[in-house]
Nanobody, 125 residues
Framework: QVQLVESGGESVQAGGSLTLSCVASQLNPRTKCMGWLRQAPGKEREGIAIINNDSRAYVADSVKGRFTISQDVAKNTVYLQMNSLKHEDTAMYYC???????????????????WGQGTQVTVSS
C-alpha cells in the first residue's frame, strides 16, 4: 500500500510563501501522476496541480502564476511552491497519486488511487 505523507503547511500572512512536500513510500503504475488538491471548509475539493513521472506539469488557472509543482524523483517527493498567498488559499492541502495525469483528474477526486492525510494552510489577511 502506497503511503503519502504531506508536510509544510502552517499559518502565514497574506503575501507570504510556503512550500509543501509530499513523500511517497513507494511507486507503482498507479503513482505515475502526483498531484495537489485542496479543500476549504464548506467547499468541494479543488485540484491545484499535477505532475507526471516525466515532470510534465499542469497548474490550475486559479493558482497559475503563483503556485508551482515540482518533484525530486530520487526522493519520491513532490513539492508545491506557493507564493503571493491569499486568504482564499486557506484550505487543507492534500497530496494524491494516480495512474493518469489529465486535467480531468484535477476535476474528479475519484480518479486518484492514493491520498495523503493533508496539511493545513492558513493565510491571514
Amino acid at each position: 500500500q502506497v503511503q503519502l505523507v504531506e508536510s509544510g503547511g502552517e499559518s502565514v500572512q497574506a503575501g507570504g510563501s510556503l512550500t509543501l512536500s509530499c513523500v511517497a513510500s513507494q511507486l507503482n503504475p498507479r503513482t505515475k501522476c502526483m498531484g495537489w488538491l485542496r479543500q476549504a471548509p464548506g467547499k468541494e475539493r479543488e485540484g491545484i496541480a499535477i505532475i507526471n513521472n516525466d515532470s510534465r506539469a499542469y497548474v490550475a488557472d486559479s493558482v497559475k502564476g503563483r503556485f508551482t509543482i515540482s518533484q525530486d524523483v530520487a526522493k519520491n517527493t513532490v513539492y508545491l511552491q506557493m507564493n503571493s498567498l491569499k486568504h482564499e488559499d486557506t484550505a487543507m492541502y492534500y497530496c494524491a497519486a494516480g495512474p493518469l495525469c489529465t486535467v480531468g483528474a484535477l476535476r474528479n477526486p475519484s480518479r486518484w488511487s492514493y491520498w495523503g492525510q493533508g496539511t493545513q494552510v492558513t493565510v491571514s489577511s
